[in-house]
């Protein structure tokens, strides 16, 4: 049924346009008052269809069902979510163990889709319990905010994927939509390691990674390189320092000369420029004793024109320079590559007219200061990517972390008008 007040609002729009244009035009602005129409039955049936209390009731249950990471148990999460799924008829197959399971929805007999959806099962620890006003795990609804360890990162947006998926399978599609809910995010990606050597997702060519952006519109992330610099020297009392080897001060000298380093980049104004941390240090047992080890941990963010292989072995060479090489050693502890999905690419326009249609605003076009499963799945399964969800990345990984729901709401119209783009509806 068509809202007549709204019908009469774009009618008086239409008419006072086409009294100030004449003839000229004329065609133009019967089309666009057309399109403006058609979109508006088209949301008002959406909203109308979507479940707001299916959406909230099982947010609030994901919420309830304490998944963090570490120490990283997923089941109940992925129990939850697959009893839901499966209930309304959606195929399910399980990738990973039986604790730390990763599960890809469909709404079609087979995994033959070219889009999918996808956000993680996993939180970061709620942290000590004084400092949150709002018990972590009670998924309390307060007016419009509900709260709660993975409100808006990820079990919010994850709701709001499943009712997307419930909503597009009682339509007639030639192509299935593909959902992805994985495990281990937040520490190493492990799930969706897991997932692409399955090869499950084979065939998909585009992605929508549900990570909270207050729906804007982010395109890459940077690549990631975590390096332990180890130094091994020689105890002796602290009185003669000069029968010992200082660990310390070998590590000093080791990380004076890394950090000071230039490692070379391509320019980028979407990514910036790449970064260095020195996170932590330790060494040393007892004042008066000459310290034999020491350890550093560093941590970088990396841009385009940057691998990592290259820059551990440029590290090692300046170390062998330095005349360090048998002294501190590097070691590897994470790496993930640098993405980045062209601004003109497909996905990102179908991602863009579904916000802006949705919301009445253009999004803006960023990238992510913060790591994703994209840093997996576009580069090993060739899956194009952009990150848009609902709620702010501000509140992820804080006490009294919360997400608006009308956001919520709005974000499964955006997934269902991105569904339909590449259903070629």
């Known amino acids: 049924m068509i809202d007549l007040d709204v ?16 003839l000229e035009g004329h065609n133009r602005s019967v089309n666009h008052y057309n399109r403006k129409l058609e979109f508006q039955q088209d949301r008002e049936a959406c909203m109308a269809s979507i479940d707001r209390n299916r959406v909230l009731s099982l947010a609030q249950s994901l919420i309830r069902a304490n998944s ?8 109940e999460v992925a129990s939850i979510l697959r009893r839901h799924l499966e209930s309304f ?20 007999e087979d995994l033959d889709g070219n889009l999918l959806l996808h956000g993680h099962m996993d939180t970061v620890p709620a942290g000590a319990r004084e400092s949150w006003e709002f018990e972590p795990f009670g998924a309390e609804l307060v007016g419009d905010r509900l709260y709660g360890r993975g409100a ?5 947006p994850l709701a709001a994927l499943a009712e997307t998926m419930i909503l597009h399978s009682k339509e007639n599609h030639s192509k299935p939509l593909i959902m992805l809910a994985t495990s281990d995010e937040e520490t190493t990606c492990g799930g969706a390691e897991e997932v692409v050597k399955s090869g499950l997702l084979d065939g998909v060519k585009f992605g929508v990674c549900a990570e ?3 729906l804007n519109i982010l395109v890459g992330e940077k690549g990631l390189l975590w390096l332990r610099i180890v130094a091994q020297g020689k105890s002796a009392h602290g009185s003669t320092p000069e029968l010992g080897e200082n660990a310390i001060e070998l590590c000093m000298s080791a990380l004076e000369t890394l950090l000071r380093e230039h490692y070379s980049f391509e320019q980028n104004e979407q990514l910036g420029v790449p970064t260095i941390n020195l996170g932590r240090i330790e060494g040393g047992s007892k004042i008066n004793i000459v310290p034999e080890d020491c350890e550093a941990e560093i941590d970088m963010r990396l841009v385009m024109g940057q691998d990592s292989k290259e820059i551990v072995g440029r590290m090692g060479s300046l170390l062998t320079q330095q005349g360090l090489e048998d002294r501190v050693r590097i070691e590897t502890i994470r790496s993930k590559p640098t993405v980045l999905t062209p601004k003109d690419s497909e996905i990102v326009a179908a991602t863009q007219e579904a916000v802006e249609r949705v919301t009445g605003a253009k999004p803006s076009l960023g990238t992510a200061t913060f790591g994703t499963d994209c840093s997996v799945l576009q580069p090993k399964a060739g899956i194009m990517n952009v990150i848009c969800g609902p709620g702010s990345i501000k509140m992820a990984h804080q006490p009294d972390e919360h997400i608006d729901v009308n956001q919520l709401f709005e974000a499964i119209e955006v997934y269902r008008a991105i569904a339909k783009w590449f259903a070629g509806q």
């Open 7 to 22: 019908h009469n609002a774009f009618l008086v729009s239409f008419l006072l346009l086409e009294s100030s244009r004449g």
């Open 68 to 75: 963090e990471n570490p120490p990283g148990h997923e089941r």
């Open 89 to 108: 008829g959606l195929l399910c197959k399980v990738v990973g163990s039986s604790e730390r399971p990763s599960l890809i929805f469909s709404t079609g």
């Open 152 to 156: 808006c990162d990820m079990k919010g």
């Open 212 to 214: 909270p952006t207050s």
